[in-house]
DNA sequence: CCCTCACTTTGATACCCATCATTGCCACCT
DNA sequence: AGGTGGCAATGATGGGTATCAAAGTGAGGG
Protein backbone atom coordinates (compact mmCIF):
# COMPACT_ATOMS: atom_id res chain seq x y z
CA UNK A 1 0.00 0.00 0.00
CA UNK A 2 2.62 2.59 1.05
CA UNK A 3 6.05 2.42 0.25
CA UNK A 4 8.31 2.20 3.37
CA UNK A 5 9.47 6.02 3.62
CA UNK A 6 6.86 7.39 5.61
CA UNK A 7 6.31 10.50 3.73
CA UNK A 8 6.11 8.42 0.49
CA UNK A 9 2.55 8.13 -1.54
CA UNK A 10 0.00 5.45 -1.21
CA UNK A 11 -0.81 6.36 -5.00
CA UNK A 12 3.12 5.11 -5.52
CA UNK A 13 2.38 1.56 -3.57
CA UNK A 14 3.36 -1.13 -5.96
CA UNK A 15 0.48 -2.90 -5.13
CA UNK A 16 -1.77 -0.46 -4.37
CA UNK A 17 -4.78 -1.52 -6.71
CA UNK A 18 -4.99 -4.67 -4.93
CA UNK A 19 -5.52 -3.00 -1.73
CA UNK A 20 -8.70 -1.94 -0.01
CA UNK A 21 -7.42 1.61 0.84
CA UNK A 22 -7.85 1.91 -2.73
CA UNK A 23 -11.02 1.74 -3.16
CA UNK A 24 -11.43 4.92 -0.03
CA UNK A 25 -12.03 8.40 -1.55
CA UNK A 26 -9.26 10.23 -2.85
CA UNK A 27 -9.61 12.71 0.19
CA UNK A 28 -9.69 9.97 2.37
CA UNK A 29 -6.88 8.33 1.05
CA UNK A 30 -4.85 11.10 1.53
CA UNK A 31 -5.63 11.71 5.29
CA UNK A 32 -4.39 7.77 5.63
CA UNK A 33 -1.51 8.79 3.73
CA UNK A 34 -0.29 11.40 5.91
CA UNK A 35 -0.95 9.71 8.90
CA UNK A 36 0.02 5.95 8.39
CA UNK A 37 3.81 5.00 9.20
CA UNK A 38 5.57 2.33 7.54
CA UNK A 39 7.88 -0.19 9.16
CA UNK A 40 10.09 -3.05 7.70
CA UNK A 41 10.35 -6.41 9.80
CA UNK A 42 12.56 -8.84 9.34
CA UNK A 43 11.79 -12.83 8.78
CA UNK A 44 10.85 -14.31 11.56
CA UNK A 45 9.38 -11.06 13.35
CA UNK A 46 6.56 -10.05 14.87
CA UNK A 47 4.06 -7.59 13.68
CA UNK A 48 1.39 -7.98 16.53
CA UNK A 49 0.40 -10.46 18.83
CA UNK A 50 -2.14 -12.67 20.25
CA UNK A 51 -3.64 -11.32 23.25
CA UNK A 52 -2.53 -7.67 22.61
CA UNK A 53 -4.71 -4.57 21.98
CA UNK A 54 -5.00 -3.43 18.53
CA UNK A 55 -4.08 0.07 17.87
CA UNK A 56 -4.87 0.06 13.97
CA UNK A 57 -4.73 -1.61 11.16
CA UNK A 58 -1.44 -2.91 8.59
CA UNK A 59 -1.38 -3.11 5.47
CA UNK A 60 1.41 -5.44 3.59
CA UNK A 61 3.32 -3.44 1.20
CA UNK A 62 5.90 -5.96 0.83
CA UNK A 63 6.98 -9.28 1.50
CA UNK A 64 4.38 -12.07 3.38
CA UNK A 65 3.24 -12.24 6.73
CA UNK A 66 1.53 -15.47 8.37
CA UNK A 67 -1.41 -15.15 11.07
CA UNK A 68 -1.33 -18.02 13.04
CA UNK A 69 -3.30 -18.81 16.15
CA UNK A 70 -2.05 -20.56 19.01
CA UNK A 71 -3.95 -23.50 19.76
CA UNK A 72 -4.86 -24.70 23.77
CA UNK A 73 -1.51 -27.13 23.63
CA UNK A 74 0.44 -24.55 22.43
CA UNK A 75 0.57 -25.65 18.42
CA UNK A 76 0.28 -23.04 16.03
CA UNK A 77 -2.30 -23.06 13.34
CA UNK A 78 -2.03 -21.02 10.87
CA UNK A 79 -5.32 -19.37 9.56
CA UNK A 80 -4.23 -16.87 6.77
CA UNK A 81 -1.23 -16.08 4.60
CA UNK A 82 -0.89 -12.09 3.99
CA UNK A 83 0.96 -10.64 0.38
CA UNK A 84 1.16 -7.09 -0.34
CA UNK A 85 -1.75 -5.49 -0.54
CA UNK A 86 -3.78 -7.06 2.13
CA UNK A 87 -4.32 -5.69 5.74
CA UNK A 88 -4.03 -7.66 8.86
CA UNK A 89 -5.46 -6.80 12.21
CA UNK A 90 -8.67 -5.56 11.11
CA UNK A 91 -10.28 -8.51 12.52
CA UNK A 92 -9.74 -7.60 16.36
CA UNK A 93 -10.06 -3.81 15.51
CA UNK A 94 -13.25 -4.31 14.26
CA UNK A 95 -14.76 -6.56 16.75
CA UNK A 96 -13.03 -4.21 19.56
CA UNK A 97 -11.26 -7.10 20.99
CA UNK A 98 -8.15 -8.25 21.32
CA UNK A 99 -6.10 -10.47 18.47
CA UNK A 100 -6.38 -13.58 18.35
CA UNK A 101 -4.17 -14.31 16.18
CA UNK A 102 -0.25 -13.39 15.58
CA UNK A 103 1.50 -11.81 12.16
CA UNK A 104 4.61 -13.03 12.16
CA UNK A 105 6.79 -12.30 8.83
CA UNK A 106 7.55 -15.06 6.45
CA UNK A 107 10.51 -12.88 4.86
CA UNK A 108 11.56 -9.70 5.35
CA UNK A 109 8.60 -6.87 4.56
CA UNK A 110 7.74 -3.44 5.27
CA UNK A 111 4.29 -3.04 6.69
CA UNK A 112 2.16 0.41 7.15
CA UNK A 113 0.23 1.06 9.59
CA UNK A 114 -2.82 3.20 9.52
CA UNK A 115 -3.99 4.11 13.56
CA UNK A 116 -7.17 3.18 14.87
CA UNK A 117 -9.01 6.22 15.46
CA UNK A 118 -8.54 7.68 11.95
CA UNK A 119 -9.38 4.49 10.16
CA UNK A 120 -12.62 4.13 11.93
CA UNK A 121 -13.60 7.43 11.57
CA UNK A 122 -13.00 7.13 7.63
CA UNK A 123 -14.92 4.02 7.96
CA UNK A 124 -18.05 5.33 8.83
CA UNK A 125 -17.69 8.33 6.46
CA UNK A 126 -16.63 6.58 3.04
CA UNK A 127 -19.10 3.97 2.11
CA UNK A 128 -17.21 2.72 -0.75
CA UNK A 129 -14.09 1.63 1.91
CA UNK A 130 -16.62 0.46 4.42
CA UNK A 131 -18.31 -1.83 1.83
CA UNK A 132 -15.58 -3.06 0.41
CA UNK A 133 -14.40 -4.24 4.13
CA UNK A 134 -17.61 -6.27 3.98
CA UNK A 135 -16.62 -7.89 1.01
CA UNK A 136 -13.71 -8.73 2.22
CA UNK A 137 -14.73 -10.05 5.41
CA UNK A 138 -17.69 -12.16 3.97
CA UNK A 139 -15.11 -13.36 1.63
CA UNK A 140 -12.63 -14.15 4.40
CA UNK A 141 -15.40 -15.80 6.20
CA UNK A 142 -16.73 -18.31 3.19
CA UNK A 143 -12.76 -19.45 2.81
CA UNK A 144 -13.25 -19.94 7.10
CA UNK A 145 -16.09 -22.29 6.50
CA UNK A 146 -14.63 -24.02 3.57
CA UNK A 147 -11.83 -24.96 5.47
CA UNK A 148 -13.62 -26.07 8.49
CA UNK A 149 -15.82 -28.39 5.92
CA UNK A 150 -12.79 -29.78 4.44
CA UNK A 151 -10.48 -30.38 8.13
CA UNK A 152 -14.21 -32.13 9.28
CA UNK A 153 -14.36 -34.25 6.01
CA UNK A 154 -11.18 -34.89 4.42
CA UNK A 155 -7.93 -36.65 5.23
CA UNK A 156 -4.51 -35.47 5.89
CA UNK A 157 -3.21 -36.33 1.94
CA UNK A 158 -6.36 -34.14 0.28
CA UNK A 159 -5.97 -31.80 2.38
CA UNK A 160 -1.90 -31.03 1.77
CA UNK A 161 -2.41 -31.40 -1.71
CA UNK A 162 -5.32 -28.33 -1.61
CA UNK A 163 -2.84 -26.21 1.19
CA UNK A 164 0.14 -26.62 -2.29
CA UNK A 165 -2.18 -24.89 -4.41
CA UNK A 166 -3.44 -22.52 -1.84
CA UNK A 167 0.16 -21.92 -1.53
CA UNK A 168 0.29 -21.20 -4.84
CA UNK A 169 -2.94 -19.24 -5.26
CA UNK A 170 -1.58 -16.88 -2.77
CA UNK A 171 2.63 -16.44 -3.19
CA UNK A 172 2.96 -17.54 -7.04
CA UNK A 173 5.65 -19.34 -8.27
CA UNK A 174 9.04 -18.42 -9.12
CA UNK A 175 10.18 -17.51 -12.93
CA UNK A 176 10.86 -20.97 -13.62
CA UNK A 177 6.56 -21.44 -13.23
CA UNK A 178 6.49 -24.17 -10.69
CA UNK A 179 8.59 -23.61 -7.86
CA UNK A 180 6.29 -21.60 -4.97
CA UNK A 181 7.62 -18.31 -4.28
CA UNK A 182 7.69 -18.61 -0.54
CA UNK A 183 9.89 -20.61 2.00
CA UNK A 184 8.00 -22.35 4.71
CA UNK A 185 9.40 -25.00 6.96
CA UNK A 186 7.89 -28.14 7.03
CA UNK A 187 6.14 -27.70 10.60
CA UNK A 188 4.79 -24.11 9.02
CA UNK A 189 2.78 -26.25 6.26
CA UNK A 190 1.62 -28.50 8.43
CA UNK A 191 0.16 -25.89 10.75
CA UNK A 192 -1.22 -24.79 7.72
CA UNK A 193 -2.46 -28.14 6.84
CA UNK A 194 -3.73 -28.80 10.29
CA UNK A 195 -1.79 -31.92 10.88
CA UNK A 196 1.70 -33.50 12.67
CA UNK A 197 4.88 -32.41 10.90
CA UNK A 198 5.86 -35.77 10.53
CA UNK A 199 2.90 -36.22 8.30
CA UNK A 200 3.31 -33.38 5.90
CA UNK A 201 7.07 -34.79 5.52
CA UNK A 202 5.64 -38.19 4.83
CA UNK A 203 3.26 -37.07 2.29
CA UNK A 204 5.18 -34.65 0.88
CA UNK A 205 7.98 -37.29 -0.22
CA UNK A 206 5.00 -39.12 -1.38
CA UNK A 207 3.76 -36.60 -3.54
CA UNK A 208 6.97 -36.47 -4.77
CA UNK A 209 7.72 -40.28 -5.16
CA UNK A 210 4.26 -39.68 -7.67
CA UNK A 211 5.76 -37.32 -9.59
CA UNK A 212 3.63 -34.72 -8.43
CA UNK A 213 5.96 -32.32 -7.17
CA UNK A 214 10.12 -32.12 -6.34
CA UNK A 215 11.93 -31.16 -3.21
CA UNK A 216 15.20 -29.47 -2.59
CA UNK A 217 15.19 -28.02 0.47
CA UNK A 218 12.94 -25.64 1.50
CA UNK A 219 12.15 -25.19 -2.17
CA UNK A 220 9.02 -26.65 -3.48
CA UNK A 221 8.40 -27.27 -7.03
CA UNK A 222 4.69 -28.33 -8.32
CA UNK A 223 5.53 -30.72 -11.50
CA UNK A 224 1.72 -31.48 -12.43
CA UNK A 225 -1.07 -28.99 -10.61
CA UNK A 226 -4.02 -30.95 -12.67
CA UNK A 227 -2.89 -34.40 -10.75
CA UNK A 228 -2.44 -32.35 -7.41
CA UNK A 229 -6.28 -31.08 -7.67
CA UNK A 230 -7.23 -34.31 -8.92
CA UNK A 231 -5.77 -35.42 -5.70
CA UNK A 232 -7.01 -32.45 -3.42
CA UNK A 233 -10.57 -34.01 -4.64
CA UNK A 234 -11.73 -30.50 -5.02
CA UNK A 235 -15.38 -30.29 -5.90
CA UNK A 236 -15.36 -26.50 -6.59
CA UNK B 1 -36.73 -9.37 13.20
CA UNK B 2 -40.44 -8.87 12.49
CA UNK B 3 -43.31 -10.82 13.68
CA UNK B 4 -44.78 -13.17 10.86
CA UNK B 5 -47.45 -10.71 9.52
CA UNK B 6 -46.28 -8.71 6.89
CA UNK B 7 -47.49 -4.93 7.89
CA UNK B 8 -46.37 -5.39 11.22
CA UNK B 9 -43.38 -3.32 12.89
CA UNK B 10 -39.82 -4.44 13.30
CA UNK B 11 -40.10 -2.34 16.30
CA UNK B 12 -42.26 -5.01 18.26
CA UNK B 13 -40.38 -7.92 17.26
CA UNK B 14 -39.78 -10.01 20.17
CA UNK B 15 -36.37 -9.82 19.71
CA UNK B 16 -35.52 -6.44 18.11
CA UNK B 17 -32.85 -5.48 20.65
CA UNK B 18 -30.84 -8.39 19.94
CA UNK B 19 -31.22 -7.54 16.09
CA UNK B 20 -28.46 -5.86 13.69
CA UNK B 21 -31.64 -3.78 11.60
CA UNK B 22 -31.98 -2.18 15.43
CA UNK B 23 -28.76 -0.30 15.04
CA UNK B 24 -30.05 1.05 11.59
CA UNK B 25 -31.50 4.49 11.90
CA UNK B 26 -35.17 5.11 12.68
CA UNK B 27 -36.09 6.12 8.69
CA UNK B 28 -33.89 3.46 7.44
CA UNK B 29 -35.43 0.57 9.73
CA UNK B 30 -38.76 1.86 8.54
CA UNK B 31 -37.93 1.98 5.12
CA UNK B 32 -37.21 -1.74 6.00
CA UNK B 33 -40.23 -2.40 7.57
CA UNK B 34 -42.52 -1.34 4.66
CA UNK B 35 -40.41 -3.68 2.41
CA UNK B 36 -39.93 -6.97 4.24
CA UNK B 37 -42.10 -9.65 3.97
CA UNK B 38 -42.37 -12.72 6.36
CA UNK B 39 -42.56 -16.11 6.05
CA UNK B 40 -42.84 -19.18 8.19
CA UNK B 41 -41.07 -22.13 7.16
CA UNK B 42 -41.90 -25.78 8.86
CA UNK B 43 -38.80 -27.85 10.22
CA UNK B 44 -36.94 -29.29 8.02
CA UNK B 45 -38.24 -26.61 5.28
CA UNK B 46 -35.36 -25.08 3.15
CA UNK B 47 -35.35 -20.89 3.48
CA UNK B 48 -32.55 -20.95 0.71
CA UNK B 49 -30.05 -23.48 -0.71
CA UNK B 50 -26.46 -23.40 -1.49
CA UNK B 51 -25.26 -22.76 -4.56
CA UNK B 52 -28.54 -20.27 -5.15
CA UNK B 53 -28.28 -16.82 -6.33
CA UNK B 54 -29.11 -14.27 -3.24
CA UNK B 55 -31.57 -12.19 -3.52
CA UNK B 56 -31.77 -10.43 0.21
CA UNK B 57 -31.30 -11.04 3.44
CA UNK B 58 -33.22 -12.89 6.21
CA UNK B 59 -33.94 -11.92 9.85
CA UNK B 60 -35.00 -14.79 12.02
CA UNK B 61 -37.88 -13.62 14.20
CA UNK B 62 -38.21 -16.80 15.31
CA UNK B 63 -37.01 -20.49 15.57
CA UNK B 64 -34.09 -21.89 14.76
CA UNK B 65 -32.26 -22.26 12.06
CA UNK B 66 -29.23 -24.29 10.82
CA UNK B 67 -26.66 -23.36 8.51
CA UNK B 68 -24.52 -26.26 6.51
CA UNK B 69 -22.46 -27.44 3.73
CA UNK B 70 -22.64 -29.66 1.74
CA UNK B 71 -19.19 -31.94 1.04
CA UNK B 72 -17.70 -32.96 -1.54
CA UNK B 73 -18.66 -36.25 -0.10
CA UNK B 74 -22.13 -35.57 0.48
CA UNK B 75 -21.80 -35.30 3.97
CA UNK B 76 -23.17 -32.26 5.60
CA UNK B 77 -21.54 -29.64 7.44
CA UNK B 78 -23.00 -27.19 10.14
CA UNK B 79 -21.17 -24.00 10.26
CA UNK B 80 -23.50 -21.86 12.05
CA UNK B 81 -26.62 -22.19 14.58
CA UNK B 82 -29.28 -18.92 13.87
CA UNK B 83 -31.90 -17.77 16.68
CA UNK B 84 -33.83 -15.26 16.70
CA UNK B 85 -32.75 -11.61 15.92
CA UNK B 86 -29.85 -13.29 14.05
CA UNK B 87 -29.46 -12.18 10.10
CA UNK B 88 -28.21 -14.86 8.05
CA UNK B 89 -27.56 -14.96 3.97
CA UNK B 90 -25.21 -11.94 4.46
CA UNK B 91 -22.03 -13.29 3.74
CA UNK B 92 -23.28 -14.85 -0.23
CA UNK B 93 -25.28 -10.83 -0.46
CA UNK B 94 -21.89 -8.97 0.20
CA UNK B 95 -19.32 -10.89 -1.55
CA UNK B 96 -21.84 -10.97 -4.40
CA UNK B 97 -21.78 -14.91 -5.19
CA UNK B 98 -24.10 -17.64 -4.68
CA UNK B 99 -24.77 -18.63 -1.09
CA UNK B 100 -21.92 -21.43 -0.12
CA UNK B 101 -24.86 -22.92 2.20
CA UNK B 102 -27.96 -23.85 2.89
CA UNK B 103 -30.45 -23.04 5.78
CA UNK B 104 -32.45 -25.45 7.05
CA UNK B 105 -35.14 -24.47 10.01
CA UNK B 106 -34.60 -26.89 13.12
CA UNK B 107 -37.89 -25.57 14.13
CA UNK B 108 -40.89 -24.03 12.90
CA UNK B 109 -39.89 -20.87 12.66
CA UNK B 110 -40.45 -17.36 11.00
CA UNK B 111 -38.25 -15.25 8.97
CA UNK B 112 -38.04 -11.91 7.37
CA UNK B 113 -37.05 -11.27 3.73
CA UNK B 114 -35.16 -8.26 3.14
CA UNK B 115 -34.70 -7.89 -0.83
CA UNK B 116 -31.34 -7.24 -1.78
CA UNK B 117 -31.32 -3.59 -3.67
CA UNK B 118 -32.76 -2.32 -0.72
CA UNK B 119 -30.45 -3.50 2.05
CA UNK B 120 -27.88 -2.67 -0.03
CA UNK B 121 -28.56 0.94 -0.58
CA UNK B 122 -29.38 1.41 3.34
CA UNK B 123 -25.93 0.09 4.41
CA UNK B 124 -24.20 2.41 1.93
CA UNK B 125 -25.97 5.60 3.86
CA UNK B 126 -26.05 3.87 7.27
CA UNK B 127 -22.74 4.50 8.97
CA UNK B 128 -24.22 2.89 11.76
CA UNK B 129 -25.80 -0.22 10.42
CA UNK B 130 -22.60 -1.13 8.33
CA UNK B 131 -20.11 -0.73 11.25
CA UNK B 132 -22.89 -3.04 13.04
CA UNK B 133 -22.61 -5.34 10.24
CA UNK B 134 -18.86 -5.35 10.14
CA UNK B 135 -18.69 -5.84 13.57
CA UNK B 136 -20.86 -9.19 12.94
CA UNK B 137 -18.71 -10.53 10.21
CA UNK B 138 -15.48 -10.10 12.07
CA UNK B 139 -16.88 -12.14 14.90
CA UNK B 140 -18.12 -14.63 13.23
CA UNK B 141 -14.71 -14.88 11.56
CA UNK B 142 -13.11 -14.73 14.91
CA UNK B 143 -14.99 -17.69 16.11
CA UNK B 144 -14.82 -19.22 12.51
CA UNK B 145 -10.76 -19.30 13.03
CA UNK B 146 -11.26 -20.61 16.43
CA UNK B 147 -13.15 -23.65 15.36
CA UNK B 148 -10.48 -24.11 12.16
CA UNK B 149 -7.47 -24.53 15.22
CA UNK B 150 -9.88 -26.90 17.80
CA UNK B 151 -10.35 -28.87 14.66
CA UNK B 152 -7.00 -29.22 13.59
CA UNK B 153 -5.13 -29.80 17.16
CA UNK B 154 -8.38 -31.13 19.31
CA UNK B 155 -9.53 -34.86 19.96
CA UNK B 156 -13.58 -35.48 19.03
CA UNK B 157 -14.48 -35.91 22.87
CA UNK B 158 -13.41 -32.35 23.54
CA UNK B 159 -14.92 -31.17 20.33
CA UNK B 160 -18.18 -32.69 21.78
CA UNK B 161 -18.09 -31.04 25.39
CA UNK B 162 -17.64 -27.76 23.53
CA UNK B 163 -20.52 -28.26 21.30
CA UNK B 164 -22.73 -28.87 24.03
CA UNK B 165 -21.67 -26.23 25.91
CA UNK B 166 -21.85 -23.81 22.31
CA UNK B 167 -25.44 -25.19 21.90
CA UNK B 168 -26.39 -23.87 25.51
CA UNK B 169 -25.01 -20.51 24.82
CA UNK B 170 -26.90 -20.37 21.54
CA UNK B 171 -30.32 -21.62 22.08
CA UNK B 172 -30.49 -21.79 25.89
CA UNK B 173 -31.72 -24.43 28.20
CA UNK B 174 -35.35 -25.03 29.36
CA UNK B 175 -37.41 -24.22 31.97
CA UNK B 176 -35.84 -26.86 34.51
CA UNK B 177 -32.21 -25.02 33.50
CA UNK B 178 -30.57 -27.60 32.15
CA UNK B 179 -32.05 -29.35 29.46
CA UNK B 180 -31.07 -27.72 26.19
CA UNK B 181 -33.84 -26.02 24.26
CA UNK B 182 -33.12 -27.90 21.00
CA UNK B 183 -33.98 -31.02 19.06
CA UNK B 184 -31.29 -32.04 16.80
CA UNK B 185 -30.44 -35.52 15.27
CA UNK B 186 -26.89 -37.64 16.35
CA UNK B 187 -26.62 -37.25 12.95
CA UNK B 188 -26.78 -33.45 13.26
CA UNK B 189 -24.66 -32.87 16.27
CA UNK B 190 -21.79 -35.42 14.78
CA UNK B 191 -21.98 -32.70 11.53
CA UNK B 192 -21.98 -30.23 14.21
CA UNK B 193 -18.91 -31.48 15.94
CA UNK B 194 -16.95 -32.73 12.57
CA UNK B 195 -16.87 -36.84 13.09
CA UNK B 196 -18.78 -39.60 12.39
CA UNK B 197 -22.38 -40.31 13.80
CA UNK B 198 -21.59 -43.19 15.23
CA UNK B 199 -18.60 -41.02 16.89
CA UNK B 200 -20.89 -38.90 18.25
CA UNK B 201 -23.03 -41.01 20.07
CA UNK B 202 -20.35 -43.38 21.74
CA UNK B 203 -19.17 -40.24 23.34
CA UNK B 204 -22.42 -38.68 24.36
CA UNK B 205 -23.09 -42.67 26.09
CA UNK B 206 -19.80 -41.83 27.86
CA UNK B 207 -20.88 -38.52 28.90
CA UNK B 208 -23.69 -39.86 30.22
CA UNK B 209 -22.01 -42.64 32.03
CA UNK B 210 -19.70 -40.28 33.60
CA UNK B 211 -22.55 -38.56 35.01
CA UNK B 212 -22.02 -35.32 32.39
CA UNK B 213 -24.97 -35.27 30.66
CA UNK B 214 -28.63 -36.99 30.68
CA UNK B 215 -29.86 -38.38 27.53
CA UNK B 216 -33.73 -39.04 26.63
CA UNK B 217 -34.29 -39.39 23.16
CA UNK B 218 -32.96 -35.97 21.80
CA UNK B 219 -33.65 -34.24 25.05
CA UNK B 220 -29.92 -33.63 26.63
CA UNK B 221 -29.54 -32.13 29.86
CA UNK B 222 -26.36 -30.70 30.97
CA UNK B 223 -25.98 -31.84 34.28
CA UNK B 224 -22.58 -30.62 35.10
CA UNK B 225 -21.39 -27.61 32.97
CA UNK B 226 -18.45 -27.16 34.88
CA UNK B 227 -16.89 -30.29 34.57
CA UNK B 228 -17.95 -30.92 30.72
CA UNK B 229 -15.85 -27.19 30.54
CA UNK B 230 -13.16 -29.11 31.76
CA UNK B 231 -13.79 -32.00 29.23
CA UNK B 232 -13.48 -29.42 26.76
CA UNK B 233 -10.35 -28.25 27.75
CA UNK B 234 -11.00 -25.07 27.05
CA UNK B 235 -8.20 -22.19 27.23
CA UNK B 236 -10.02 -19.22 27.30
C1' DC C 1 -52.30 -53.93 16.55
C1' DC C 2 -48.43 -54.71 13.97
C1' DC C 3 -45.89 -53.03 10.32
C1' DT C 4 -42.70 -49.88 8.51
C1' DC C 5 -39.25 -46.64 8.39
C1' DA C 6 -36.08 -43.69 10.36
C1' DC C 7 -33.12 -43.12 13.87
C1' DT C 8 -30.25 -44.76 17.61
C1' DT C 9 -27.23 -47.92 19.71
C1' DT C 10 -23.70 -51.28 20.12
C1' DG C 11 -20.05 -54.28 18.50
C1' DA C 12 -16.14 -55.66 15.59
C1' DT C 13 -12.62 -54.30 12.66
C1' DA C 14 -9.30 -51.76 10.19
C1' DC C 15 -6.64 -47.93 9.25
C1' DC C 16 -5.31 -43.38 9.29
C1' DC C 17 -2.49 -40.59 11.68
C1' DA C 18 -0.19 -38.68 15.96
C1' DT C 19 3.42 -39.62 18.80
C1' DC C 20 7.94 -41.04 20.16
C1' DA C 21 12.47 -42.13 18.94
C1' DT C 22 16.38 -42.28 15.92
C1' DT C 23 19.14 -41.00 12.29
C1' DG C 24 20.69 -38.00 8.78
C1' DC C 25 21.59 -33.58 6.82
C1' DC C 26 23.24 -28.98 6.56
C1' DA C 27 24.64 -24.48 8.08
C1' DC C 28 26.98 -22.03 11.30
C1' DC C 29 30.27 -21.11 14.75
C1' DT C 30 34.55 -21.45 17.40
C1' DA D 1 38.13 -30.15 11.85
C1' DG D 2 34.94 -31.00 15.04
C1' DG D 3 31.13 -29.51 17.70
C1' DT D 4 26.46 -27.74 17.93
C1' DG D 5 21.73 -26.79 16.96
C1' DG D 6 17.92 -26.76 14.07
C1' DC D 7 15.37 -28.99 10.73
C1' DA D 8 14.21 -33.00 7.76
C1' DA D 9 13.46 -37.74 7.05
C1' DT D 10 12.33 -42.43 8.32
C1' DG D 11 10.84 -46.19 11.29
C1' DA D 12 8.06 -48.35 14.92
C1' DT D 13 4.09 -48.26 17.63
C1' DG D 14 -0.37 -47.38 19.69
C1' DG D 15 -4.62 -45.16 19.91
C1' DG D 16 -8.29 -42.55 18.32
C1' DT D 17 -11.88 -42.72 14.89
C1' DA D 18 -14.15 -44.01 10.77
C1' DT D 19 -16.44 -47.59 8.70
C1' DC D 20 -19.25 -51.60 8.22
C1' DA D 21 -22.67 -54.50 10.03
C1' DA D 22 -26.46 -55.71 12.87
C1' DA D 23 -29.60 -55.26 16.43
C1' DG D 24 -32.56 -52.31 19.17
C1' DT D 25 -35.87 -48.45 19.78
C1' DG D 26 -39.61 -45.46 18.85
C1' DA D 27 -43.06 -42.99 16.31
C1' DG D 28 -46.52 -42.81 12.89
C1' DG D 29 -49.79 -45.08 9.77
C1' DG D 30 -52.63 -48.36 7.66
Same mark, same amino acid.
Do not use: W
Given at each position: ?? *????? $? %?????QDRFGSILFKAEKCNLEEI? %? !???????????????? @? /??????????????????? @?????? =??????????????????????? *??? !??????????? +??? #????? +?????? %?????????? /?????? !????? *???? =?????????????????????? =?? @? %???????????????? @?????? $????????????? +??????? +??????????? *???? =? #?
Open positions: MC *TPYHN $A %SCANCE %S !AKVCTTYKKGQIVFQE @G /AYPFGIYCVNSGKIKLSHC @GDDGRE =QIVRLAKPGDIIGYKALLSAERY *TAS !AIALDDSSVCF +IPK #DLFMS +ILQKDA %SLSLEMMRIL /ASELRK !AELKI *THLA =QKPVRERLAETLLFIKETYGVE =QD @G %STLNVRLSREEIANLV @GTATES $AIRLLSEFKKDGL +IELQGKK +IRLLNPEELTR *TANL =Q #D
